[in-house]
């Protein structure tokens, strides 16, 4: 697992302003476990989606580790923990 392999993929799917809902699949190579669902200017409306896609994950309707919500702060709490677990790379 390269750390910064996962930062560049957070940072590239990390909004300037909303809500972007993500979807992570474990298994894809590195670079590409993470999928865009959708962008939304409301967190109520990334929720939304947000149980949408966790209900289809479990149905089997797509396949998905995680369905997360990035927001514009998403990488300062990756860095964020990441020194918290005493992580060189931050």
Known sequence: ???QHIRNEIEQ??????????????FAPEGEKLT????????????LIQQEYKEL?????VYADFVYIYDKDTLF???????????SLC
């Open 1 to 3: 697992m390269n750390i």
């Open 13 to 26: 799917l990390t909004p300037e302003s909303g809500f972007n809902v993500i979807l992570m699949d474990s």
């Open 36 to 47: 865009l669902v959708k962008h939304t200017e409301t967190q109520e409306e990334a929720l």
């Open 57 to 61: 994950t479990k149905n089997g309707g």
């Open 77 to 87: 709490h990756f860095d964020n923990k990441r020194k918290l677990e005493g992580d």
